[in-house]
């Protein structure tokens, strides 16, 4: 805390996008870096509080006031190492997080809060640009193998913790390029591929092993070349199946999953993808319908922008929150608002409490949404409120395509997790005891796979823990941090 | 080895070596040595005067004890030897003493034929026993259920002997010897026996009496033969109310009011001393008197057998006694050289009896008095022109015409009245004390052995640096937040950091994270029986300056006795222990023992390591050694550290207990200690000096890192500098002004350690529910190292979080963490009883991370046998509620909106919300037209005294003297002038922008007679309003509630250790003070069996959350409960812990305008919270069986440890004293049943107000005249309080009622005196004259008949206008210390005025027309001070750290003029005439000292704005 008063002295100032008319025709990133300056003036806003709530509402525990009173005092240095104790991979989550911190940040509660999120970005960016960030030499190898299946956000931070402790890690990956949900389901807009090689060259000079293409799940690699060959494994595959919308039409053509769409369109953005044009997913001149109104259909409304559609339309069945905190959800609850992303400023309309009710199209073809309003009620002795449809609603919305965009399931439970016999919760994620350990020996789970669909800062939290659960498993006891 | 008095046996938490007392002393003499029989009468008179200085216990006629001691009263002896059929030599030539013996007859037998046999082989001739005559009837109940039998001894010289000295050692050395034998016999009723005195010069007539009964009791005083030249009176206030005959005073040769602190250190240190003594006057009869201490004893027991020890082989009373009790020499700048030679000398192997303490002494010729070198007792004296003296506690013990005084004195700090009674003169203090220096030539001898450590020059500079200073510091267990939070701060400001909140992180014991040994030590601090020291304002009685090395015999004197390195800092750099390390002077070596073991030995090598480092050290003395090293540098991935604290220790008690500590000195290297609180640890273990290695690298380390921009010099100054005031406030928390007393004194209470490693390693030290072992602390070191070199392997190149002062995810557990403080805000904010049910999971349930000692405990269904009741039947919430208080915030440290909504929540639930220091708004007084009131039923009085107005007191239900705060216990505070807004200004009675003070201790309660004196102040001032009295928990605290209780105080409230703070030390807050836990249960088990308990209610605090908690403290015995912290989080703190900042975000703990604007609770959210508590409690009394509170009170038989929490490390941890019930009969009272008996009914007010009923109700002006005695105590208060509940603060006109007094007043005359009183005395007065004078006027002067002059003779006595608000004191006549402390706005007038005068003065203006004392103006933030310096010497004794002196200006003029004129007119003083009548010509000769502050306030000029956020310390 370097200056106790900041807060009052400076109000809290965003980073701003690139004009909405220059961005939509690219799919670079649409922040504009901040300077230094105001980096350190946002820092200053920070009160070093007592009992620093953003740090206790991070899953990762990043210890957000100490670094920001060294980005204040411009040890930039210092900052880095911080941040670097508690996050690898800071580039990812400076861009992506939700930043339940700053919800939780003590300046919320009666004035803007810290702009924590940005201040992360701006300190490995320094750090990146710096030379800061560079590839570490592990001094003593224990001479175990650990295995990492899965190279997204948990697989790679679980990787990056097991190789520090002195493990040999080999990470494997399905797809032919390590990042899984990183590079795959986020647009460039949002996160350019560029920062994930850049992070990725690092992880290998340091000794990490990548196999890509490696599809372990057939039954007899899965048991020779895991069981036989490493001291333990981590699953971190993701929780890749989609929630379908199983409602009439859902056959027709022009309705994708979300994922199936983004992947295509990053495939082509940044790896020069041509798909078949039996496969082509293209939002050109299209009236497109994004359903589900989370991050995920965001990201769906900024990239069919950038593809050129005609009009793009997103509807949720959720009534559209309140754009303040409310009693029901006070501080410093990760409260449910209304969030309007960089994709929302870049065009299309919103609806909310709009139920699909069926697809309709001609010729095989989508051309129609049929929906109808709905309204919640909270009914006693329910967790939930109640839907019901509001009579005499329905409306109708044209489409030529449909994006689903209503969430994850569950990990694919075919090949590598039926193979390996590992068991279960009743949500159909992999089930672990608290040390992150399967039914199964050997064989922990992390990330997505074993909690189910959530943010990437929880997925590289369950990373690290799963290795410090891992590394104790294989040596009695664990430095590695554990939060 | 224990002395033989009955006090219960140690139990539960009640330890009788923590019984405390304190006490009246006095003496009457007549100086050409003259013996009568009315001396003896005087002594008597001046012991029932001084009655109301001892106490009572339960019953009321059983006393503490009294008795005096006067020269052999040969010619009554003669006679009733004759009786006796006894046969007596010559005058000195036969010794006596009265001794008593067992009832038993055989046990009384075989004491008799001790006696005969050791007189016999000592060469004596045993005359023969008479039985003295006493009459029971007038003795209390207990005091006669222990009643011993009481026999007189006659023992005729031998013929070996050839003087009455040599007669008086062998009386000396049978005593001692038939004191041992009986001691370790195995007699049933050897409690009985003790020998008062053996003696051919005096004798005592004392026991276990009140001071009035003593003349009844023993029918020998009623003979007119019995005389005597001198006459030593005691009458003692012990804490306690056990029988115990043989604690009366007055001792062998003195009597002591106060109480040694250091008394620890002094007896190892004597013990330690014991091998080498000798003396040609005992030869191998030395043994005989060992041990010379005897355990057990009270301290002034102790000081007696050292004092008699030093006497009787050689050296004279006085000089004995300087030794002991020297003065403060080391910063006094008017000291001679050959003085503070002898000093010097002395402090080469006698460390200060540190303590407030009067002491009388006797050795039957001489008698003297003297006075401790802080002057914390009062002694006043006179002496009449007819050669009698008389000295006591206070003035007017004797009725003396006044036209026959010569001198009206009282002993000043450090000084010494003596009268030698064979040459028939009064011997001047400073006659005496150039005798005594220049009994030798300490001087040479001092320049020719002592060796100044600042002259040792190594020349091998040292250079060494840790090669991996992160590891080093990993392995270490220095955490980023040790560097950002201790190490940085105290580096660049050179002060101790500051925090604020309370302590919610776990009890080292109970942590899951590795502790260092040091967090399992709590610092004691001085509570009620002794005051702490302000160690910044009142420095020249500090001091750190140690000699250090082998040590000879303290029976002799020699050259040799002061060869020893004097060391003024023990703080030691690189380069200073390098020095030491090539030492070669004088025969001095040096030895370094590495303190680390091979890793690879673990646990088994940690303890072998600690027993080889005792050898070598053993091995080291028999080569003659002087200095070992203990050095832990070196250490590294193949080396661990033992910790260094258990090293020290280790090796110190090792050496103390083969008698030869005294031969070395013990140094300290170590990378381990970095705080202040470890530092003083290793001192207080024995370290003699220290060397912080690695604090120092982290210190470069900061400044390479760039978190530090200064330069590293200046950087290590400012850390060492820390280091040392830090250390200097540890001490004067104790009260203890020395290092060199503190050192090896163990002021600390262990919390969480087993008894055989505190057994081993730290003998003596207190450690109440045992804990972790030696075992437990290797493992915790060996796995800090572990951790610290893997980490190093796997790149990890930052150290932990720490999260101890602030929470953190990966850091220390904290109960208020950002779930619970979520939950309990929603709850309270949404009257969400589900929330608060979460809420009250999150604290309660700590099975997974236990923090406070309730945590591992759980209710007990006693084996099946409770009943559940249903929650109907149980009392309602209503009436639960009406036991909630809220904890004392003052409007200073929290924001006045936050301040007043609590106050309102408080008074709509019936429950009581607190002031804290500084006063309240009157307008809060009147209730709102809503019907809420802000007013706050508890109106505390702090040591600042700030708004503690007569208005104020009257307007209180409860009164509450606040001794200690939990979290900065025995520390004093202050707000800084940026903080004092107008209305903060207002409320606290000063001008805005002054810096105000609150000292360490309240100046009128050094001891706990003063306490009492407190109470019975703030009774008269209000007598419906309840006192109360909030203590800090900690070893002993029980004993001192029992003292508080017989000090009439009707609640006490005992605070734990863990409390919240706007502003303490990060030490302070984390390391002094205990749980409540431990100082409630022991305070009502000490109650209990005392049987004071019926008398007075207990409340709790300290971090008190949810319904179990309140709970477990009725279980353990509180009737009522504070909250604070979490009723500041229900109104929006969030645990910012900024409140020493100013800077509260959510406006709770904030003065700034802005902040506080967002300010957001409601008292609505308070109820909602206090309801929720009281309904959890329902719950928990239901499931219990218990239907009221009432019931509940000290049923620890409800509770038990729950094992399965108690973490492994601790799994010795034992419960049972905590909840340990007191063995007393059925009938006592387990809860407060009584109203205490204030003592009230004859005052002089009563009369006084009867008198005043015109004034009173209407208006009229009264006139009264009265004859006053110094039993008539706090008058004018009672009458103060009647004026401003009748007529209105401040209505009645100047002089409406006009008193006249005659005589000697006693103490607290005019307290609190309202506006419109004027009191005028003819005579003299005793201390605490017009206490927070409230607008009233007072006049003092001497009798008309008296002939002293009164610019020379003392007619005030110490602490005058403590706290004075407003009005006029016109003293013709000098005062003692402290005159006008903490004035905030009286105009007073005063001939001449003792040390401290207008110390911390805020406010007002003093006029001195006489000589100051040393130390003027310390602390003075405010007013100006006018002081007459005639002979130009006032400057070298004013304190200039805060004031500047300069002539008086223009603008002075008047006030001075007027202020004299009155003078003149009320006192007719010839000194304020001479000056009148030249008034241009005099007043050149007034020096104005005025505060810098105050004078740039006056002249307008604005303080820097940039002081804003300097951190506030008050509250």
């Known amino acids: ?483 | 080895m224990k002395t033989n008095h009955s006090f219960p046996k140690k139990q539960g938490l009640y330890d009788p070596q923590f019984e405390r007392d304190s006490c009246g002393v006095g003496f009457v003499c007549n100086v050409k040595g003259e013996k009568s029989n009315a001396i003896i009468k005087q002594g008597i008179e001046v012991l029932a005067r001084l009655s109301h200085r001892g106490a009572v216990g339960a019953d009321p006629k059983t006393g503490d004890g009294a008795g005096i001691l006067i020269q052999i009263p040969d010619e009554f002896f003669r006679k009733i030897a004759k009786d006796n059929k006894i046969e007596l030599p010559e005058k000195g030539l036969y010794g006596t003493g009265l001794i008593f013996l067992p009832q038993d007859d055989k046990d009384r037998e075989f004491c008799k034929e001790v006696f005969n046999k050791i007189i016999k082989s000592n060469g004596q001739v045993m005359l023969g026993w008479r039985k003295v005559p006493v009459d029971g009837s007038c003795i209390g109940k207990c005091a006669k259920a222990t009643e011993p039998v009481f026999e007189q001894v006659f023992i005729a010289k031998g013929e070996n002997i050839d003087s009455e000295l040599s007669f008086e050692r062998k009386l000396y050395v049978i005593r001692k010897e038939i004191e041992n034998i009986i001691r370790e016999s195995d007699l049933n009723q050897k409690k009985y026996f003790y020998i008062t005195n053996l003696s051919c010069r005096t004798f005592s007539y004392k026991g276990l009496l009140m001071p009035g009964q003593v003349k009844d009791f023993f029918l020998d005083l009623k003979d007119d033969s019995v005389k005597s030249a001198l006459c030593m009176a005691h009458s003692r206030y012990s804490t306690n109310t056990f029988p115990a005959w043989d604690l009366a005073q007055p001792f062998r040769f003195l009597a002591h009011n106060g109480e040694i602190n250091t008394l620890r250190g002094n007896v190892n240190g004597i013990r330690a001393r014991e091998k080498l003594l000798a003396s040609e006057f005992f030869g191998t009869d030395i043994e005989k008197l060992k041990p010379v201490i005897i355990e057990g004893g009270s301290d002034s027991a102790v000081i007696d057998n050292v004092f008699e020890l030093l006497l009787l082989s050689g050296r004279p009373l006085e000089h004995a006694i300087m030794m002991l009790i020297p003065e403060a020499w080391e910063h006094n700048k008017f000291m001679n050289k050959e003085l503070k030679d002898f000093y010097k000398y002395h402090a080469c192997f006698m460390e200060p009896w540190d303590g407030p303490a009067a002491i009388a002494f006797t050795d039957g010729k001489n008698i003297g008095a003297v006075l401790d070198r802080n002057g914390l007792r009062p002694a006043r004296y006179i002496i009449t022109k007819n050669d009698f003296v008389v000295m006591a506690s206070e003035a007017g013990v004797l009725d003396i015409d006044p036209a026959d005084i010569k001198v009206s004195g009282r002993i000043e700090p450090g000084k010494m009245l003596f009268i030698d009674t064979e040459s028939g003169r009064i011997v001047d203090n400073s006659e005496i004390k150039e005798r005594v220096s220049n009994h030798s030539p300490y001087g040479k001898w001092n320049s020719q052995s002592l060796v100044d450590f600042s002259k040792l020059v190594s020349a091998a500079a040292s250079n060494q640096k840790s090669e991996d200073i992160i590891s080093s510091l990993k392995a270490f267990g220095y955490t980023r937040e040790d560097l950002k939070t201790i190490i940085r701060p105290m580096a660049l400001e050179g002060k101790e950091p500051v925090g604020s909140m309370g302590n919610d992180a776990p009890h080292a014991f109970l942590s899951n994270k590795s502790q260092m040994l040091y967090s399992y030590f709590k610092q004691l601090f001085a509570q009620v029986t002794n005051p702490a020291i302000d160690s910044i304002r009142e420095k020249l009685v500090m001091s750190l300056e140690s000699f250090i090395g082998p040590e000879k015999n303290i029976l002799e004197e020699t050259p040799g006795h002061s060869h020893k390195l004097r060391v003024k800092n023990p703080i030691l750099t690189d380069d200073e222990l390098q020095g030491l390390r090539d030492i070669s002077i004088n025969g001095f070596k040096t030895k370094t023992i590495y303190i680390f073991f091979d890793a690879s030995t673990g646990k088994e090598g940690f303890s072998k390591a600690l027993e080889r480092i005792c050898f070598e050290a053993e091995y080291a003395i028999e080569k003659g050694y002087s200095f070992i090293i203990l050095s832990d540098r070196g250490s590294d991935r193949d080396n661990i550290a033992l910790p260094a604290l258990l090293a020290t220790s280790a090796i110190h008690h090792y050496l103390v207990k083969k008698t030869t500590r005294s031969q070395v000195a013990l140094v300290v290297e170590s990378a381990e200690p970095r705080e202040v609180h470890h530092m003083a640890l290793l001192f207080g273990y024995g370290a003699d000096c220290v060397n912080p290695y690695l604090a120092h690298e982290a210190v470069a380390y900061l400044i390479e890192e760039k978190e530090i921009r200064i330069e590293l010099k200046t950087a290590l100054k400012n850390y060492n500098k820390a280091l040392t005031d830090g250390i200097l406030k540890i001490l004067s928390k104790m009260g203890i002004s020395a290092l060199r007393s503190y050192r090896g004194a163990q002021i600390f209470e262990a919390l969480g350690l087993s008894d055989d490693l505190i057994e081993k390693y730290f003998t003596g030290t207190v450690s109440r529910i045992g804990g972790v072992s030696l075992d437990g602390i290797a493992e915790e070191t060996i796995s800090r190292h572990k951790d610290a070199y893997k980490q190093k392997d796997m790149g990890m190149s930052y150290l932990a979080s720490g999260g101890v002062y602030q929470w953190k995810k990966d850091g220390e557990f904290h109960l208020w963490n950002p779930e619970s403080i979520a939950n309990l805000q929603d709850a309270s904010r949404n009257n969400d009883i589900e929330k608060y049910k979460e809420f009250a999971r999150l604290i309660n349930d700590q099975s997974a991370n236990p923090v406070t000692l309730r945590s591992l405990l759980k209710f007990s269904d006693r084996g099946g046998t409770v009943m559940p009741v249903s929650i109907e039947e149980v009392e309602p919430v209503e009436n639960i509620m009406k036991r909630f208080a809220t904890g004392a915030m003052s409007f200073g440290s929290i924001s006045r909106p936050a301040h007043e909504t609590i106050a309102i929540a408080m008074n709509r639930i019936g429950g009581k919300s607190n002031t804290g220091e500084g006063g309240e708004d009157p307008n809060r007084f009147v209730t709102l037209p809503n019907g809420d009131s802000r007013r706050s039923a508890i109106k505390q009085v702090a040591s600042g005294r700030f708004g503690v107005t007569i208005n104020y007191l009257v307007n209180a239900d409860e009164i509450q003297i606040k001794i200690a705060q939990g979290a900065k216990p025995g520390e004093g505070g202050q707000l800084p002038g940026h903080k004092v807004s107008e209305i903060i200004a207002r409320t606290r009675y000063t001008t805005p922008g002054v810096t105000l003070i609150s000292p360490p201790p309240h100046h009128d309660i050094y001891s706990i007679e003063d306490l009492a004196q407190l109470i019975f102040d703030l009774k008269n001032a209000n007598p419906k309003a309840r006192v109360s009295v909030k203590l800090v928990s900690e070893i002993g605290v029980g004993t001192v509630a029992a003292g508080v209780a017989k000090g009439h105080a009707d609640m006490i409230l005992i605070s734990g250790g863990d409390g919240g703070t706007g502003a303490s030390p990060q030490s302070s807050i984390k390391y002094a003070g205990l749980p409540w836990e431990l100082g409630l249960s022991e305070t009502h088990q000490t109650l209990m069996l005392n049987n004071l308990r019926s008398r007075v209610r207990l409340q709790t605090d300290g971090q008190i959350r949810t319904g179990r908690d309140v709970a477990i403290a009725a279980l353990l015995g509180a009737e009522e409960y504070g909250f604070c912290t979490a009723v500041l989080i229900v109104m929006g703190c969030v645990m910012l812990r900024h409140c020493h900042l100013n800077n509260c975000s959510v406006g709770v703990a904030t003065q700034d305008d802005i902040l506080q604007k967002r300010f957001s609770g409601k008292p609505e959210y308070i109820v909602n919270y206090f309801h929720f508590v009281a309904e959890e409690l329902r719950q928990i009394m239901a499931s219990l069986g218990i239907k009221t509170i009432d019931e509940m009170i000290g049923r620890s038989d409800l509770l038990e440890l729950d094992e399965s929490i108690v973490p492994l490390k601790a799994k010795g941890i034992d419960y049972s004293r905590i909840l340990y019930k007191p063995d007393v009969p059925g009938n006592t009272a387990v809860r407060c049943v009584l109203k205490q008996d204030s003592g009230l009914d004859n005052v002089l007010d009563k009369e006084l107000i009867k008198m005043c009923k015109d004034a009173l109700t209407k208006n009229k002006p009264v006139k009264i005249s009265m004859n006053i005695n110094n039993t008539n105590r706090a008058t004018g208060t009672m009458l103060s309080g009647e004026v401003c509940k009748t007529c209105g603060d401040g209505v009645l006109l100047e002089d409406t009622i006009t008193c006249k007094f005659k005589g000697t007043a006693g103490q607290s005359f005019g307290a609190f005196l309202a506006k419109g009183i004027t009191f005028e005395l003819e005579g003299m007065t005793n201390d605490y004259v017009g206490k927070g004078i409230s607008g009233g006027k007072i006049i003092v002067y001497p009798d008309k008949r008296a002939q002293y002059k009164p610019d020379e003779n003392v007619i005030i006595g110490n602490t005058a206008f403590y706290g004075a608000i407003s009005g006029e004191a016109y003293i013709c006549g000098t005062a003692g210390e402290r005159f006008c402390i903490r004035n905030s706005g009286l105009y007073a007038v005063v001939e001449g005025v003792g040390d401290h005068g207008c110390e911390y003065m805020t406010g007002g203006r003093v006029i001195i027309l006489g000589k100051t004392g040393r130390n003027f103006g310390a602390g003075m933030s405010g007013g100006i001070a006018y002081v007459y310096d005639e002979d130009k010497t006032f400057k070298q004794r004013c304190n200039l750290d805060m004031v500047e002196l300069e002539e008086v200006k223009t603008g002075d003029r008047d006030t001075i003029y007027n202020l004299l004129n009155n003078h003149f007119k009320y006192t007719k003083s010839k000194k304020a005439k001479a000056i009148l009548d030249n008034i241009n010509e005099e007043l050149k000769k007034f020096i104005r000292v005025i505060p810098i502050e105050y004078k740039r306030i006056l002249e307008g000029v604005k303080i820097e704005e940039k002081l804003d956020l300097k951190e506030a310390l008050d509250g």
């Open chain 1, 1 to 483: 805390m370097g200056d106790p008063r900041g807060f009052l002295k400076s109000a809290r100032q965003s980073n701003s996008y690139r004009e909405v008319c220059e961005r939509v025709n690219d799919f670079k990133d649409v922040s504009l870096s901040r300077p230094e300056k105001q980096s350190q003036e946002q820092a200053s806003r920070c009160m070093d509080c007592g009992t620093p709530f953003c740090h206790g509402s991070c899953p990762i525990g990043n210890y957000i006031p100490e670094w920001n009173d060294l980005v204040f005092r411009k040890q930039w240095k210092k900052a880095f190492e911080i941040l670097e104790a508690a996050n690898n991979f800071p580039e990812f989550t400076g861009r992506l997080c939700p930043a339940l911190c700053e919800y939780a940040c003590v300046l919320g509660i009666n004035d803007d809060p810290v702009t924590i999120r940005e201040n992360e970005l701006a300190i490995i960016e320094y750090g990146f640009e710096h030379g800061f960030v560079k590839p570490k030499t592990i001094s003593s190898r224990t001479g175990k193998r650990v295995a990492v299946v899965g190279s997204g956000p948990a697989g790679l931070s679980c990787a990056d913790q097991l190789n520090k402790a002195g493990h040999e890690v080999v990470v494997f990956e399905r797809d032919n390029k390590i990042g899984g949900i990183l590079r795959y389901g986020i647009p460039d807009f949002k996160l350019e591929k560029s920062i994930i090689d850049r992070r990725l060259a690092i992880l290998k000079k340091e000794g990490i092993v990548f196999e890509t293409s490696a599809n372990i799940s057939v039954g007899a690699i899965s048991d020779c070349l895991l069981q036989k060959d490493f001291d333990a494994i981590c699953l971190a595959g993701g929780s890749r199946v989609p929630r379908d919308l199983k409602i009439e039409g859902r056959e027709l053509k022009g309705i994708y999953f979300a994922m199936d769409y983004l992947t295509q369109s990053n495939r082509r953005v940044g790896e020069g993808f041509k798909p078949s044009p039996t496969n082509f997913i293209d939002a050109k001149g299209k009236k497109v319908v994004v359903i589900g109104g989370g991050d995920t259909g965001s990201d769906c409304v900024g990239t069919a922008h950038r593809q050129g559609a005609s009009c793009v339309t997103q509807i949720e069945v959720l009534p559209m929150p309140m754009e303040c905190r409310t009693d029901s959800q006070p501080w410093p609850r990760y409260p449910i608002l209304l969030k309007t992303t960089s994709s929302h400023e870049e065009g299309g309309v919103r609806h909310w409490a709009v139920l699909t009710k069926k697809f309709m199209g001609e010729n095989g073809v989508l051309k129609k949404l049929s929906c109808v309003k709905v309204e919640f009620f909270e009914t006693q002795g329910k967790a939930c409120p109640v839907m019901k449809e509001i009579p005499g609603s329905r409306f109708e919305i044209e489409a030529d395509m449909a994006i689903l965009a209503v969430g994850f399931l569950q990990p694919e439970h075919e090949g590598l997790l039926n193979n390996l016999k590992v068991g279960f919760d009743n949500r159909g994620n992999v089930k672990t005891d608290s040390n992150y350990k399967t039914s199964v020996e050997k064989v922990f789970s992390a990330g997505d796979m074993r909690r189910g669909q959530s943010l990437v800062v929880w997925a590289i939290s369950e990373g690290r823990q799963s290795a410090h659960f891992i590394d104790k498993y294989l040596m009695g006891e664990s430095s590695l941090p554990l939060m």
